[in-house]
């Protein structure tokens, strides 16, 4: 009876021992390869998670735009919890915060309603592959904190950042024009 040969064993490789290098990274700069269809699946999610957390937000400002009237009224419970916990804050101060937050609040909402607007533009904008500028320029709009409303800072900071890494991509670029 005779003994099964072994296989050959497998050529050297010109790695060396360890794993082979990753893919080359594709190149859209000479148009060969372009998949648009690729380009608009990235951009579709990071579109519309854009829009979604700027819809959030635009809830939230209009609720804070309707339901608190007095700004003062805010500060003034906060004052009274100090009250009851006996902790000792400065009066004068104290009436200084409420006299700018009653001149401030309104405008603020009123720039946070626009900005969270515009992002969701360009949220919509991104899902339907239109305007590359401004789809970023909403992008930059979610990283700016003062601008969102709510804690949607925390929401639109990572989108964001998400979106404008896509946007950036050579065959996304390419796809909006």
Known sequence: M???TPPPPPPPSSYGDGPPPPPP?????DGGGFDPNLAKQRLLAP?????????IGIMYILYSLIAVTDPSQ???QFLDIYREMDIEFDQELAD???DM???FQKPMLFMQLVSQCLIMASGISMIRMRSWNVCVAGAILALIPCLTGCCCCFVDLPLGIWALVVLNDAAVKQAFT
């Open 47 to 55: 579109g519309i998670a854009l829009t979604a957390a700027a819809a």
């Open 101 to 103: 937050a009653a001149r």
């Open 2 to 4: 005779e003994t099964p």
């Open 74 to 76: 805010q500060i003034n």
């Open 25 to 29: 990274r594709r190149d859209f700069s």
């Open 96 to 98: 200084q915060w409420v």
